[in-house]
């Protein structure tokens, strides 16, 4: 009998002194997947160990053997979250703190362990009214303000600049997305719509109350990927129409104005999708064109420059440092510059492929 006393006594006092310990199954986000035994941590790239000890209960997500982020919560007797830390390799990314019917109240931002920002909401019957943001030095940022629904749903966000004539309102459409975002700053507004995948679909922008320009954006309906722009400028009375391909890259444009087309372009890609043909007509100049070739990834190691079909320059790029410009007429190359660091080190002048004199610039 006084061992039963004993041992129950033992492990009452184990249960008061000591946390307990659970291991689960994770991801790179810190889910509880499945809970397993200590002796299977070993087994699974991510693994969260949580320790339980009275009101205080740490989360720790494990990759291979290193901590990656823990957080620490803190309860009240009653079971609310009161505060919850978020640590990254050691040190604290974020705090937040919560009210008695637990709604969040406060919220700290760190990087490198010091405080950058901070954040003190205020409710109004029970829901969110207001969001104060400061810099590390308690400087007011800017003011968030909440419009809620009778459904709890918000409807619209006006967000005003500290010590700034500014002001940007969000309102939010029946799918909870943003429908419209409005900012203002001074005598401009800009003017932002979505549709209902969230995706913009228009913009406006405004000067004392007069509009002066609108992009419309037309996207596909299955993949919801850009297909055309239309621009309207209307301070410079001109339209620009816009032509992208099943990757979003944009193979055609326009510009016409009150007496015909300013100027149109052709853009001509590879299968990564990189520009290899440029071609141009424009009012001002005629035609133009640009051919370009690629080394490895997307550096130019070529440009070719055609005038009205004909051959004017060709620039060689060896290195992040050195390019050789060629100039030609009558499509034979008479001028060759090189440069180093941006700057002119030597010219050559050649006739029938050949040079015929040099002159090096380093000196001069």
């Known amino acids: 009998m006084k061992l039963s006393v004993f041992v129950l006594s033992y492990i009452l006092l184990c249960s008061m002194i000591f946390p307990d310990e659970k291991y689960y199954s994770s991801n790179k986000i810190g889910m509880a997947l499945s809970p397993i035994p200590i002796y299977r941590t070993d087994e699974y790239d991510y693994v969260l160990k949580i320790d339980t000890d009275r009101l205080k209960e740490t989360r720790r997500l494990i990759k291979k053997g290193e901590e990656i982020q823990r957080e620490e919560l803190l309860h009240s007797r009653s079971g609310r979250l009161i505060t919850k830390k978020t640590y990254e390799k050691g040190k604290l990314k974020e705090a937040e703190y919560f009210n008695g019917t637990g709604q969040i109240q406060k919220n700290e931002l760190y990087k490198d362990g010091k405080l950058t920002e901070?954040?003190?909401?205020?409710?109004?019957?029970?829901?969110?009214?207001?969001?104060?943001?400061?810099?590390?030095?308690?400087?007011?940022?800017?003011?968030?303000?909440?419009?809620?629904?009778?459904?709890?749903?918000?409807?619209?966000?006006?967000?005003?600049?500290?010590?700034?004539?500014?002001?940007?309102?969000?309102?939010?459409?029946?799918?909870?997305?943003?429908?419209?975002e409005l900012t203002n700053y001074a005598d401009r507004t800009n003017i932002v719509r979505y549709n209902f995948s969230g995706k913009v679909i228009e913009t406006e922008e405004w000067n004392k109350n007069r509009e002066v320009i609108r992009k419309t954006i037309k996207r596909a309906e299955k993949t919801g990927k850009i297909e055309s722009v239309l621009e309207n400028d209307y301070e410079k009375n001109t339209t620009t129409a816009e032509k992208y391909n099943s990757k979003e890259k944009l193979i055609y444009k326009k510009a016409v104005d009150n007496t015909g087309i300013v100027y149109e372009e052709w853009?001509?890609?590879?299968?990564?999708?990189?520009?290899?043909?440029?071609?141009?007509?424009?009012?001002?100049?005629?035609?133009?064109?640009?051919?370009?070739?690629?080394?490895?990834?997307?550096?130019?190691?070529e440009e070719k420059y055609k005038f009205h079909g004909a051959l004017q320059k060709a620039t060689l790029y060896i290195d992040d440092s050195h390019r050789v410009e060629k100039f030609y007429r009558k499509g034979e190359e008479f001028i060759r510059i090189y440069y180093e660091e941006g700057k002119k080190f030597k010219e050559e002048i050649i006739k029938k492929g050949k040079v015929i004199r040099e002159r090096d610039l380093k000196t001069k």
């Not at 500290?162 to 029946?174: F, L, N």
């Not at 520009?275 to 370009?292: A, F, N, P, Q, T």
Request: glycine share 12%.
């Open 267 to 301: 853009y001509t890609r590879d299968e990564k999708g990189r520009i290899v043909k440029l071609m141009r007509r424009s009012r001002s100049r005629g035609d133009e064109e640009w051919i370009y070739s690629y080394g490895s990834g997307d550096t130019i190691t």
């Open 118 to 180: 901070k954040e003190i909401f205020s409710y109004l019957k029970g829901r969110i009214d207001k969001k104060y943001v400061y810099d590390s030095n308690d400087n007011l940022l800017y003011t968030d303000l909440y419009t809620i629904s009778r459904k709890g749903m918000l409807i619209k966000l006006v967000r005003r600049a500290g010590g700034i004539t500014a002001s940007r309102t969000m309102i939010i459409g029946d799918s909870g997305g943003i429908a419209d």
